[in-house]
């Protein structure tokens, strides 16, 4: 007679868990990699916006002015400098004159620089604004979620208040007019005489597409004194 040989090997069950457990452990690798990707994309980001904001303030220090654009290649006039990008990467430039509208009126001569990657941008600004009452605004960001879509965002500034003795906080949100591009922003911040840090997250949804603009704006009431100052805005995509 012949003995009964035992079946070893894998039954169906554990191959499935084995399936599983594996493709869990690939989810994370993947996860843990995007975020190592965009960290270190943001970081390049940061090094190269340093370095191109050193090159403006020594054409400021020389001319007294910024220069009226960037990217006035090979060999740029008096009024330009020549900056460039790394591959897959494209700059974004605006210089401000001091002074402005009622709304958005500049304080100091200074810059607006966008660079913006393949998957991730960084937004600069070395501008002080406010508004000749309660109500200021900043700078047109519906470019940008145009280009990197309805996703999560970061913002981040200094405010101060000209007057809290009848209103402290600041309403942050989009505005153009009577509608806007974009929504889904408004918070409000608690605001100081003296200039406090904010950062704000926010995950924009279309309000209106037959409109082109979503204006940063600050609110503090009318008639209340609430007054806002901004400066060193800084925008990108959520970490």
Not at 77 to 96: D, F, G, H, R
Not at 171 to 196: E, I, K, P
Request: overall charge neutral; proline content about 3%; some cysteine.
């Amino acid at each position: 007679m012949w003995a009964n040989k035992k079946q070893t090997g894998f039954t169906i069950v554990e191959l499935l868990i084995v399936i599983v457990v594996v493709g869990i452990l690939a989810a994370i690798v993947i996860v843990a990699y995007n975020g190592l990707q965009k960290r270190a994309q943001l970081a390049s980001l940061q090094s190269e916006t340093h370095s191109n904001m050193t090159k403006l303030e020594i054409y400021q220090a020389d001319y007294d002015t910024y220069p009226v654009s960037i990217t006035d290649c090979p060999a740029p006039a008096a009024t330009n400098i020549c900056l460039i990008p790394a591959s897959n990467e494209s700059y974004s430039y605006k210089s401000n004159l001091v002074g402005g509208t009622s709304s958005m009126n500049n304080l100091i001569s200074s810059y607006d620089l966008t660079i913006l990657g393949s998957s991730q941008f960084l937004f600069t600004s070395s501008a002080e604004k406010t508004g000749y009452n309660e109500f200021t605004q900043y700078v047109d960001l519906a470019p940008i979620i145009d280009r990197y879509g309805l996703v999560k965002y970061q913002i981040s500034f200094d405010i101060k208040s000209a007057n809290i003795a009848s209103k402290s906080t600041t309403q942050v949100y989009f505005q153009n007019g009577s509608g806007t591009r974009y929504g889904n922003l408004g918070v409000n911040v608690n605001v100081t005489t003296s200039y406090t840090h904010q950062v704000l997250t926010f995950t924009p949804t279309m309000s209106n597409s037959a409109l082109t603009a979503s204006i940063l704006a600050f609110y503090g009431t009318y008639t209340t004194g609430n007054i806002s100052t901004v400066k060193n805005l800084q925008v990108q995509l959520a970490p």
